[in-house]
């Protein structure tokens, strides 16, 4: 049953810590999006991938937050350094063609205190 | 103003009630659209997809407005299943997916 691998399910950070987020997209699948979700945003797009390349990046916090696929298995999502307000569940999606479907991963749940 | 908004809620409806949410988008290059769902502390996934045409799925209907860019879900016949977060979904440009807040159902017995 393919689906796309985040890990760390959950992380508790001290603020000013280096955070890294990991993320599996399905296989096959070239396109990769990060969001990130909280109670007063709701589903934020941060950036998104095609081809490893980075398509768009405005959502993200540009000092702070930075995205890179080093390869076709592997997109990351790394804040640097964290701050309590980054505190959200930080979502990880792929899919295969314009238009269509995004499926998600399971989610990384982050605390900075 | 965000690209898609819907009404947060919650809608409370007891079972069997028919409930319909809409979603407006700002972005008239927007070309496709969805309705993901999602309950309490999972990830989104597809309800269904939106075509100008409308879309039905058993108890769901979907509708697409491009005059008044906007979007519907109607759910008849609620079900204790259904309560959840109804996320609207618009994507332009082929690859840019954005979400909706979400709107919050709460069906009782």
């Known amino acids: 049953d393919a689906r796309v691998t985040q890990t760390p399910r959950h992380k508790v950070t001290e603020m000013g810590q280096e955070v890294t987020m990991r993320c599996q997209p399905i296989l096959g699948h070239n396109t990769v999006f990060w969001y990130r979700q909280t109670m007063m945003q709701g589903l934020e797009l941060l950036a998104y991938?095609?081809?490893?390349?980075?398509?768009?990046d405005s959502g993200m916090p540009k000092d702070r937050f930075s995205a890179e696929m080093p390869d076709a298995t592997l997109a990351t999502l790394k804040i640097q350094p964290s701050e309590p307000r980054d505190s959200a569940v930080y979502f990880c999606a792929s899919g295969d063609r314009a238009n269509t479907e995004a499926f998600f991963g399971q989610g990384t749940r982050l605390t900075v205190v | 103003r965000k690209e898609v908004e819907q009404d947060p809620g919650p809608f409370n409806v007891p079972e069997g009630a028919t409930v319909a949410f809409n979603c407006t988008y700002s972005?008239?290059?927007?070309?496709?659209f969805f309705w993901y769902r999602q309950d309490c502390r999972k990830e989104p996934k597809l309800l269904m997809s939106?075509?100008?045409s409308g879309n039905e799925d058993g108890r769901f209907t979907a509708q697409l407005n491009r005059a008044s860019q906007y979007i519907s879900l109607l759910i008849r016949d609620s079900k204790l299943s259904d309560s959840a977060t109804y996320l609207c979904?618009?994507?332009?440009?082929?690859?840019?997916?954005?979400f909706g807040a979400g709107t919050r159902l709460f069906v009782k017995a």
């Open positions: 972005n008239s290059a927007s070309q496709s």
């Open positions: 939106v075509y100008s």
């Open positions: 991938f095609r081809n490893r390349a980075p398509l768009d």
């Open positions: 979904v618009g994507n332009t440009g082929g690859f840019k997916t954005i």
